[in-house]
Each structure stands twice: as structure tokens, then as C-alpha cells.
């Protein structure tokens, strides 16, 4: 079956560890994203990616990094610079263009104590 | 900058009925989309429904339509025949034309009730 894959579903990092998500796509879709949810919020962006080797910023980057090497995998690397890391971090990914629906993974849940 | 606005936090609905969950927008681009997600309690985002800016036509997804409303920025999604797997949070969202950035709102958490 295709589709999004993102692992583990909790995690658990003391403060002041960087702690890397993974997020593996088998839709041999261009584009990827990264987003992070907080309690009773929607979802924002952190990065997206819209082909290998290449990826932008999103509106709260500020103490995350991404990688995009191979189409199928885009890795989200919470540094211990980021203030608040506690989020369930959702990882989407789509054909490419404005007007195509994302697909998302089944998050994971990271807790930074 | 564009901004989405759930103006319904909950709603409580009874099985069967019908249910209208409200979305509005702001941008100042001509040409957009506008889509609909569910996202029930195991936490994963499920693609419901998607309205361009100029298409004339409502969408329509079986039981989900989206009540669009171009001059009052609007895009109400409507669910008719409600069920009990409906209970989720749901989540408006929009991007700009060119532009693969999807800003979402804050969601409404709908409860069926048998």
C-alpha cells in the first residue's frame, strides 16, 4: 500500500538533546512537509520541500533543520535550540502545485522533558 | 499573509442529521484553493474535500459538499447524513495559487451522538 510513513509514534528526549523524525514516502510524490500541531491548534508549517536537494522555510523554522536527499525520505531534526519542542509533529506530502491535496503521515507525538 | 477563521470550537450533533461547519478566509489573492480535513483522535490528517477559487460549482465528495461563497470568503463544509465515525476535529485550510504553503485554521471538534 502507498503512503506516508513516520516513526516511532512517541517519543521521549531530554532537554537540550537534538532528536531527528522520520518521515518515508512510498507515492512517489515531489513535494514533502513538515508540520507541528499544539493542543487545540491547527497545524503549522515548519519546512517543505519541493524537490531533492531543495527545501524552504516555513512559517516557524527557527530551531528545526531538514534534509531531502532522496525523494522518498525528509527527515526533521528538532535541535536544542528550538524552545518549546513538546508537539506532535506531522509529516505530509503531495504531487506538487498549490491545488494538490497533501497526504499525511500518522505523526509522532514528541515530548521533551 | 492569508488567514483561516473556525469560528465553531464544538458542535454536538445527532446521528443522521445533516451538519454545517463554518470557514472563512482572508487573502488578497485572486486565485486560491480551499480544502477540508479530518482528523479523528488517532492524530493522522484525512483529505476531505478541495474548492478552487474560480471553479462556479460547489464540490461535492459523497457525503461531504462545500458550501462556497466567493464574495463572502466563505467555505462552509457541509456533511449530510451524519454517522458516528464522524466525530473528529476538522480543519479548513487554504493556499495560494503557485504557492504549496497551506494555512489551516484552528479547527472545530465534532461529536455525533447517537
Known amino acids: 500500500d502507498g503512503g506516508i510513513t513516520q516513526s516511532p509514534k512517541y517519543l521521549f528526549r531530554k532537554e537540550g538533546q537534538n532528536v531527528t523524525l522520520s518521515c518515508e514516502q512510498n507515492?512517489?510524490?515531489?513535494?514533502m512537509y513538515w508540520y507541528r500541531q499544539d493542543p487545540g491548534q491547527g497545524l503549522r508549517l515548519i519546512y517543505y520541500?519541493?524537490?531533492?536537494?531543495?527545501?524552504q522555510k516555513g512559517d516557524i523554522a527557527e530551531g528545526y533543520s531538514v534534509s531531502r536527499e532522496k525523494k522518498e525520505s525528509f527527515p526533521l531534526t528538532v535541535t536544542s535550540a528550538q524552545k518549546n519542542p513538546t508537539a506532535f509533529y506531522l509529516c505530509?506530502?503531495?504531487?506538487?502545485?498549490?491545488?494538490?491535496?497533501?497526504?499525511f503521515g500518522p505523526g509522532t507525538r514528541l515530548t521533551v522533558t | 499573509a492569508q488567514k483561516i477563521t473556525q469560528t465553531q470550537p464544538g458542535m454536538f450533533v445527532q446521528e443522521k442529521e445533516a451538519v454545517t461547519l463554518d470557514c472563512t478566509y482572508d487573502?488578497?489573492?485572486?486565485?486560491?484553493?480551499l480544502f477540508w480535513y479530518k482528523q479523528p483522535s488517532s492524530g493522522e490528517m484525512i483529505f476531505l474535500i478541495y474548492?478552487?477559487?474560480?471553479?462556479?460549482q460547489n464540490a461535492t465528495e459523497g457525503r461531504y459538499s462545500l458550501n462556497f461563497q466567493k464574495a463572502r470568503k466563505s467555505a462552509n463544509l457541509v456533511i449530510s447524513a451524519s454517522q458516528l465515525g464522524d466525530s473528529a476535529m476538522y480543519f479548513c485550510?487554504?493556499?495560494?495559487?503557485?504557492?504549496?504553503?497551506?494555512?489551516f485554521g484552528t479547527g472545530t471538534r465534532l461529536t455525533i451522538i447517537p
Open positions: 474548492q478552487g477559487s474560480y471553479d462556479e
Open positions: 520541500s519541493q524537490i531533492v536537494n531543495d527545501f
Open positions: 505530509a506530502s503531495s504531487a506538487g502545485g498549490a491545488y494538490y491535496e497533501q497526504y
Open positions: 507515492l512517489n510524490h515531489d513535494a
Open positions: 485550510a487554504m493556499s495560494p495559487f503557485g504557492n504549496e504553503k497551506l494555512t
Open positions: 487573502t488578497s489573492d485572486q486565485s486560491y484553493g
